[in-house]
């Protein structure tokens, strides 16, 4: 039973454009969600969280976007730089357990 | 400066075997955390310590049992390896007490755990 669906298992976009990742969650009781990233053999690093009350957060070229009515997480990347190329998982914190998503691998072409 | 760190980093053994994978991290964070990433990529938690309390710990089977001999190091033991065991183990910490805050984890490098 998926609590997080990533239902893009890639992504490719041209170097300086927008990168969108999304991401869709079924249970609401959750009070942060997360972006990690994560490069081949290596683990996961934090990217950008957002709370529950808020709808945006940014930090530099990344922007997470929360649709709590349609229970829909999205980061945005721009623009995108070939270094981004990896893996982008979103999770949900739930009471201190991190909940992930299968992964979107993201291309970015130069 | 390895904040997380594994190891072995690479462990290739038989089934019916017993294993340990260790974890360390030099960020005094007082909570530790295993995962497993099976063949679908799927990252779930399977322990968190706090302090050296064991504070979650999912549906796992009786043969993982972690030990925290402090809480700068969260160790996971296998007995009785099987097939399915197969997978990434990533260990990760975090500084926050559980249900506050978005709860920030930082992970280790992982280990690749073969069973054959």
């Known amino acids: 039973d998926q609590q997080v669906k990533q239902n893009s298992p890639s992504l490719s976009v041209q170097e300086g454009r927008i990168s969108i990742l999304n991401c869709d969650y079924t249970?609401?009781?959750?009070?942060?969600f997360l972006w990690y990233k994560k490069y081949p053999a290596e683990g996961p690093t934090f990217l950008i969280s957002i709370s529950s009350i808020k709808d945006k957060n940014e930090d530099g070229r990344f922007t997470v976007f929360l649709n709590k009515s349609a229970k829909h997480l999205s980061l945005h990347i721009v623009p995108s730089q070939p270094g981004d190329s990896a893996v982008y998982f979103c999770a949900l914190n739930q009471g201190g357990k991190l909940i992930f998503g299968q992964g979107t691998e993201l291309s970015v072409k130069p | 400066d390895t904040a997380v760190s594994q190891t072995p980093k690479y462990l290739v053994t038989q089934m019916g075997n017993d294993k340990s994978i260790k974890c360390e991290q030099n960020?005094?964070?007082?909570?530790m955390y295993w995962y497993k990433q099976d063949s679908k990529k799927f990252l779930k938690i399977m322990f968190s310590?706090?302090?050296?309390?064991?504070?979650i710990n999912e549906t796992v089977p009786n043969r993982f049992s972690p030990k925290s001999p402090d809480k700068a190091h969260l160790n996971l033991h296998i007995n009785s390896l099987e097939l399915g065991d197969s997978a990434v183990y990533f260990c990760?910490?975090?500084?926050?007490?559980?249900?506050?805050?978005?709860?920030?984890?930082?992970f280790g490098p992982g280990t690749r755990l073969t069973v054959l």
């Open positions: 310590y706090n302090n050296k309390e064991l504070i």
């Open positions: 960020l005094g964070h007082d909570t």
């Open positions: 990760a910490s975090s500084q926050e007490r559980l249900g506050t805050g978005p709860n920030e984890q930082f």
């Open positions: 249970n609401s009781m959750f009070d942060y």
